[in-house]
């Protein structure tokens, strides 16, 4: 019988698989990632394991809070909402940018991380997790610079 696999193994190993499965969605429906293709990956349940969808509000957003997923129900299976600050209403080409870092949390719950949201996004993006994070930054950044907070 085989050991346990360690809290660090597990972090590694989920880690591993949202890479590939960023990597998987930019082949399905890359290598540009707009709208469009966003929208269609919210309906691949191989990709978006319960059903999403993206609101432009700020409710029940946090002050600086960019995107939020807001569930449906009790149940994940009830879906999600992901709110999108209405500021990036008009800069749909980012959108993907924030509603892929979502992706992740509604995925795989309270076990994903900061780190594996950013991995996944950027490897879906087909970029470098530094570049996305600064891309990230920039975005969030909008909200203070509007006096959206």
Request: overall charge negative; hydrophobic content about 40%; charged content about 25%.
């Amino acid at each position: 019988m085989s050991a346990s696999p360690t809290p660090a193994t597990a972090k590694r190993s989920l880690s591993d698989h949202v890479a590939d499965k960023g990597a998987e969605l930019r082949a399905k429906y890359g290598p540009q990632i707009g709208w469009r293709e966003l929208q269609q990956v919210l309906l691949d349940r191989s990709l978006v394991r319960y059903p999403c969808e993206v609101a432009f509000t700020s409710e029940g957003l946090r002050d600086g809070e960019f995107a939020y997923p807001h569930p449906q129900g009790d149940k994940p299976e009830d879906g999600y909402i992901i709110r999108v600050h209405p500021l990036y209403m008009t800069e749909l080409s980012l959108v993907p940018h924030l509603v892929l870092y979502q992706l992740v949390a509604v995925n795989y719950g309270e076990f994903a991380s900061t780190d594996d949201a950013e991995t996944f996004a950027a490897a879906a993006l087909g970029m470098e997790v530094q570049d996305y994070y600064d891309a990230l930054c920039r975005l969030a950044d909008q909200l203070g610079a509007c006096g959206c907070d």
